[in-house]
């Protein structure tokens, strides 16, 4: 057995547990999500083997492969998982298989939500989001088209005790400081991230004996070990003291880093010119960044709201529990709502048995 077929039966394997983890059971159930690449290539299998009647897939030509490759990988996988039957793959979002559809997910190529994709579904059918609602674009889903047809919109609760993976944010910037050659050990950071999000990562470099200031945008959650908070004034003055600038800030769309930013590149130049910046979430001018010479990584920062590196950083573990918990949402919701219970009593029941987050005094 070669390297490349052992991944493979260790990813099929995960699959196994993770469905008998969350009980997943999409038995006489039509799922409408993505064909893709990464750990998210096996979205549309996790849904085929917890006994899903139908999944419609939907693939695309993107930067990381060509729609035919992704469509000949899925079907090669699930063949030799013996549900090839019931995958199809489709190169657009075709209304015809959405209106059979009881489950409908977020990821990738289903996006954007349009109020036409809306108009093809059933009354019945649910929208499970692979992720908190507080991440939530409208221009991925037009959730006013939602409310009005009565398709009920739910997220999945990545701090549910099954779930936890906001846990996993801290190992990532580890990861992300390791690949750029700091030690961690030792070292002393900034850190910019407000909400969940920075809570966990400062709980994080705490428990792991991490040095490091942290900057936050607002007080709406409430902020833990509040003693490592600086004000703009007290960072702006100890610019030199830091190793790295890591810039997690997933809530608000502040300039953060730029000419003109809420630490100016020209400024840092100045006072550490040295210094490394770690970017996954937030708004920062990379071409300020550059044009004074300063170092940040990964080179190709995403734009606010956008995460730089995906889910599946650490390995495809935590994409794959996302994934399988959000399928096991949108499954207790498609259950309620074909079993005539009203959207409001669903999400109820929903909240109360599987990992679900909900949006406040939507849906009614």
Same mark, same amino acid.
């Given at each position: ?5 052992? /991944? ?26 993505? =064909?893709? #690449?990464?750990?998210?290539?096996? #979205? ?15 693939? =695309? ?16 996988? =699930? ?10 793959? /489709? ?11 009881? &489950?409908?997910? $977020? ?5 954007? &939500? ?21 991440? @939530? ?13 009565? &398709? ?10 099954? /779930? ?34 920075? $809570? ?23 902020? &833990?070990?509040?003693? @490592? ?57 990379? #071409? ?14 995403? $734009? ?54 909900? @949006? ?5």
């Amino acid at each position: 057995m070669n390297s490349h077929d052992v /991944l493979e039966n260790r990813s099929r394997a995960l699959i196994g547990k993770l469905i008998r983890k969350y009980e997943l059971d999409l038995s006489g159930l039509t799922v409408f999500t993505e =064909a893709a #690449t990464g750990s998210y290539r096996y #979205t549309s299998l996790i849904a085929a083997l917890a006994g899903a009647k139908q999944v419609y897939a939907v693939a =695309a030509d993107s930067k990381y492969g060509q729609k035919e490759i992704v469509k000949d990988q899925t079907l090669r996988e =699930a063949e030799a998982s013996g549900v090839h039957d019931k995958i199809t793959i /489709l190169f657009g979002k075709d209304g015809e298989c959405l209106s059979h559809s009881d &489950i409908v997910t $977020n990821l990738g190529f289903v996006r954007p &939500i349009t109020s036409e994709m809306v108009s093809y579904m059933k009354p019945t059918t649910v929208i499970s989001l692979m992720w908190l609602v507080s991440e @939530f674009r409208s221009d991925e889903l037009d959730l006013k088209a939602c409310v009005q047809k009565g &398709i009920l919109v739910m997220g999945t609760n990545e701090h549910h005790p099954m /779930l936890k993976l906001f846990d996993s944010i801290g190992f990532k910037i580890c990861k992300l400081l390791f690949q750029t050659g700091l030690s961690v050990y030792n070292d002393n950071y900034l850190l910019i991230s407000s909400g969940d999000m920075g $809570n966990s990562i400062a709980d994080f470099f705490i428990n792991n004996k991490i040095s490091f200031d942290r900057v936050v945008f607002d007080e709406e959650t409430p902020v &833990i070990h509040r003693e @490592f908070v600086r004000t703009r004034h007290e960072v702006i003055n100890n610019l030199d003291k830091y190793d790295a600038i890591i810039i997690a800030e997933l809530y608000h769309n502040i300039d953060i880093l730029s000419i003109d930013g809420y630490i100016s590149t020209k400024l840092l130049k100045k006072q550490n010119p040295l210094v490394q910046i770690i970017h996954t979430y937030g708004s920062v001018s990379k #071409t300020n960044i550059l044009e004074d010479g300063l170092c940040i990584y990964p080179l190709e920062p995403r $734009n606010f709201p956008y995460g730089t590196v995906c889910a599946d950083y650490l390995g495809e573990k935590p994409t794959l529990d996302l994934i399988t918990a959000g399928l096991k949402v949108g499954e207790v919701m498609a259950r309620c709502r074909l079993n005539g219970m009203t959207v409001k009593e669903t999400e109820k029941y929903t909240l109360d048995n599987s990992p679900a987050n909900a @949006f406040k005094s939507i849906f009614i």
